[in-house]
């Protein structure tokens, strides 16, 4: 089965970007959708289709995907920006179709 | 506004049954792909089933498949999600959330706890 490996934590200053990456193999032949969840929250979609972002989501937050490693990309990190965020895409390599997610980072704003 | 509101969640012995619902407003249900997605405690996420919009092609994760079912009802706006043979391990808060056709989940219900516990 397809496996997203994401790094367990990334820490940034405020002000600073925040890099968070997706690593899957040839992850840049597929879709990759990203979704921040903060603490007792349900996730919310901040990124689809690599690098769109659903209405409301604020331009500080980009995506990109290539090769073997997808990235979210936080521009001037806000401290309302920590959260956990996943990436997820859905693998329908074989007959039998399967979403699959990251297993999240932990974003800590310092 | 767009809403999903799940509900049936609860403490369950192992072997026991659990049916969970989700009431969807503010759009086309019947026009839609809906997942379940759970999420045990502290861990990440993991997606459970996924329907079509008619019902007519569904999907599971191999770690349910035999034991849970799910459904829709169009003209009731309504997802359920038939829990069958209960496991510790099935412990997780189960979030139903709208999805684009194979793709992007938005939005996702505030989720429902199930405990699976003697």
């Known amino acids: 089965s397809y496996v997203l490996t994401q790094p367990p934590s990334v820490s940034v200053a405020p002000g600073q970007t925040a890099r968070i990456t997706c690593g899957g193999n040839n992850i840049g032949s597929k879709s990759v959708h990203w979704y921040q969840q903060k603490p007792g929250q349900a996730p919310v979609l901040v990124v689809y289709?690599?690098?769109d972002r659903p209405s409301g989501i604020p331009e500080r937050f980009s995506g990109s995907n290539s090769g073997n490693t997808a990235t979210l990309t936080i521009s001037r990190v806000e401290a309302g920006d920590e959260a956990d965020y996943y990436c997820q895409v859905w693998d329908s390599s074989s007959d039998h179709p399967y979403v699959v997610f990251g297993g999240g980072t932990k974003l800590t704003v310092l | 506004q767009v809403q999903l509101v799940e509900s049936g969640g609860g403490l369950v012995k192992p072997g026991g049954s659990l049916r969970l619902s989700c009431a969807a407003s503010?759009?086309?249900?019947?026009?839609?792909?809906m997942s379940w997605i759970r999420q045990a405690p502290g861990k990440g996420l993991e997606w459970v089933s996924y329907i079509s919009s008619s019902g007519s092609t569904i999907y599971y994760a191999d770690s349910v498949k035999g034991r849970f079912t799910i459904s829709r009802d169009n003209a009731k706006n309504s997802l359920y999600l038939q829990m069958n043979s209960l496991r510790a391990e099935d412990t997780a808060v189960y979030y139903c959330?709208?999805?684009?056709?194979?793709?992007?989940?938005?939005?996702w219900g505030q989720g429902t706890l199930v405990t699976v516990s003697s």
């Open positions: 503010g759009f086309t249900f019947s026009d839609y792909y």
């Open positions: 959330a709208r999805q684009a056709a194979a793709n992007w989940f938005d939005p």
């Open positions: 289709d690599d690098s």
